[in-house]
């Protein structure tokens, strides 16, 4: 079977290297990639908001099978047409796609099929009087979200009426987020530990992978701004059997009924953000694909063949009585330039170590490959090193291990990771 893994980040690192490690994968190719996809298999240029591109390179390059890691184009529909092209796809239709592409449709799924959410209200920019009346009125801190895709940067948790205000009009006037703020949901603030439960669905059935936590802020004991992730590890303490199971009976259950009612035929990831709140599971969000970092912790814990679940998922064929989970913890520790989120250099050159130890990986995200073999980083987040062991700690240890045989001189990276499950930071 030929696969194509399309997107370029960290998460497609990691899913290509569950595809190479798979016995029905027989050629496996990347679109657009990175400096360590390319490494790994070919890699074919690719705008991927170009479906039709997409659609093009499938059927020149024979492709069977393929899986789209980034949500953007799974709300461009990338998954609809490459099925009436004949391919199997792993990942959800346009229709599915709008569960994470407008977080408007999403509350609205929430409140019909009674799935516990922060309490909300959404304002179109008609409506900007009625959306400023409403903040003016809110207890502090309030939340305010672009309803549309905005990269990860759509959510503003204000502390002061003025920041609230300025935040909701910024969004409904565009001059913020543009087409994404054309909506706005404007959010209760709830109070608790976040986790990430990642399923993978084929229709009402799914697979629950163990629950993982990213670290979401740049510095250590979670200060400074905001990024993309800086680590994560799993399972995560703070989802306890007795939280696994409420998650399960008050969040999962009543999403696949809805997804059988409202006909999504979902094939793909469902990833549910969770506040653990005193009250019990409240539902941040829902993406319609894997998390980054956390595909890097939850792929190693399968005691299966990733590759074989998601074409399972996208043939329709899912049997989650087959599948198991490993005893353990995996972690992944991501390595930054320095400067960000905010300005950092780009073309710096990388020494990777050569040998790893067994059950740990290196996967690249903002990096490229130079002609003569050698890699330098291009963004922001450009490599997470994971590991996976008997426990967290060992875990960990392992990871920092390999992190010190990085040579890079502007990298930077938080100590800490799993700093919430215990794990003692590294020197
Ligand atoms: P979202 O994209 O909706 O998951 O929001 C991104 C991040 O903002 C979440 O991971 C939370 O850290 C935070 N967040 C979102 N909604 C809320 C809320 N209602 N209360 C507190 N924090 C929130
Ligand atoms: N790590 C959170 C996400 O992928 O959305």
Redesign the pocket.
Known sequence: MNVLVIGSGGREHALLKACLASPLATRVIAAPGNGGMEADAQCFPLDVENVPAAVELAKREAVDMAIIGPEVPLALGMADALREAGVLVYGPGFKGAQLEAS?AVCKDFFAKYGIPT?RSRTFSSAEIDAALRYVAAEPLPV?I?ASGLAAGKG?I?AQSREEALDATRGMLDGSMFGEAGAQVVV????VGD?ASITLIVCGDKYVMLPAAQDH?RVGEGDSGPNTGGMGAYCPAPVVTPEMERRIVSEVIEPTMRGFAAEEYDFRGTLFI?I?VTAKGPMV??FNVRFGDPETQVVLPMLDADPLALMLDCAKGTLDPANVAIRSGSAIVVVLAAKGYPGKYAKGDLIGLPTQLPVNSSIVHAGTKRAADGSILSAGGRVLGVCAQAETLQKAADIAYGIVGKVQWDNKNFRRDIGHRAGVTPAK
């Open positions: 977080k922060a939340v979200k959510v948790i959010e209760e603030c709830l976040e979401k953000g506040m941040l969000e």
